[in-house]
């Protein structure tokens, strides 16, 4: 999701990578969940988000957007995000007790946060919002630790690939009329979200293959609008 900000005054000025040190860590989230609530429709899903979660929920893509799960238009692209309920726009998966119910399968966007990222010349460098969360005494920790993702070097890579991708979708959406707009969105989310992955074979390179494939039709969908 792109955002016309300055970073300098949202982050603390600094870029890190996966080894370096960075002032996040909030004591486990003891009593806070705000950033659970409240948050629209910013916490968008990619694709390795919603293979976990069909995964570890043993649901289809389509049961998800029956209730936790909604779809909107980023940057001109259909994709799904998190869909928070209720007076206090809650997100579905926070329980009673203001907990994450599926903590170790939570959305990319829950483990960066309150982390952003920025992305540069074909990759991306990780910042800190500071002013997105506002737990005290904030202590300092790795942020391949805060990030807390299995095999994240692939995971890395699968992010810098994916957002470029949606890069490549946009510049052809500029282009392109009301209908080819609906057809890009229907090929993202039926090639990436709706269709089955193989369990038995590598989910990177699974998406890897749809990447590299998704961008040739692209190339071919711009060609001839
Ligand atoms: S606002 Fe900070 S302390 Fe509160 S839940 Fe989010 S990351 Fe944790
Ligand atoms: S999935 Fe978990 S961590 Fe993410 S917003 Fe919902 S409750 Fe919070």
């Not at 009673?96 to 990319?108: D, K, L, N, Q, V």
């Not at 979200?193 to 699974?206: F, G, R, T």
Request: aromatic share 10%; glycine share 6%; net charge neutral.
């Amino acid at each position: 999701m792109k955002r016309n900000v300055n970073i300098n005054e949202i982050s603390d000025g600094k870029l890190y990578g996966l080894n370096d040190m960075v002032k996040a860590g909030c004591d486990g989230c003891r009593d806070c969940s705000a950033c659970c609530q409240g948050m629209g429709k910013t916490v968008v899903l990619d694709p390795i988000d919603i293979y976990r979660l069909t995964s570890n929920l043993a649901c289809t893509f389509e049961q998800l957007l029956s209730d936790k799960v909604e779809l909107n238009v980023v940057d001109g692209i259909v994709l799904p995000n998190l869909k928070m309920d209720g007076s206090s726009e809650k997100c579905r998966f926070l329980n009673e007790e203001g907990r994450c119910s599926i903590h170790s399968f939570r959305p990319g966007i829950c483990r960066l946060f309150p982390l952003g990222r920025i992305y540069e010349d074909g990759s991306f460098k990780y910042f800190l919002q500071v002013n997105e969360c506002s737990k005290k005494n904030k202590t300092k920790v790795k942020v391949k630790n805060w990030i807390d993702t299995p095999d994240i070097k692939e995971y890395e890579k699968f992010v810098t690939d994916w957002h470029y991708m949606l890069k490549s979708l946009e510049s052809v959406l500029e282009v392109s009329d009301e209908a080819v707009a609906r057809q890009i969105s229907m090929y993202v989310l039926s090639e990436f979200y709706m269709e089955p992955y193989n369990d038995s074979l590598p989910i990177y390179a699974q998406l890897d293959e749809k990447i590299k494939k998704a961008l040739h039709t692209i190339c071919f969908v711009g060609q001839k609008s």
